[in-house]
């Protein structure tokens, strides 16, 4: 059995913190396929209006990034560390905020 373990937001969409999948061995493409046809919640949150898997989300596995464009290229096991996230964004252009000065 395969473990994906859900990270804000979606553990609030789909209402678990992990998501069992009944496979050994796969890519990781057919293991969020299966998830996602298993469970409606998972599956509204995680596919995109065309029913594609959504790019907002990234896969660490055993600690390494992978993105929706690695999906096929990429061997899952049982036992394999698999957290779903939705990598932070910005930060660029904000401005720096003045720190009193303290001397």
């Given at each position: 059995m395969i473990r994906l373990?859900?990270?804000p937001p979606l553990t609030r969409l789909v209402g678990q913190k992990e998501v069992a999948v009944g496979m050994s061995r796969a890519t990781l493409?057919?293991?969020l396929e299966e998830a996602a046809a298993r469970n409606?919640?998972?599956r509204t949150?995680?596919?995109d209006a065309a029913g594609n898997l959504s790019s907002e989300y990234a896969c660490l596995i055993n600690g390494r990034r992978h993105n929706v464009t690695d999906l096929d290229g990429v061997e899952v096991e049982e036992g394999d560390e698999i957290v779903i996230l939705m990598p932070l964004a910005g930060g660029a252009g904000v401005p720096e905020v003045p720190r009193p000065n303290t001397t």
């Open positions: 373990k859900l990270m493409r057919a293991v409606g919640k998972f949150a995680l596919l």
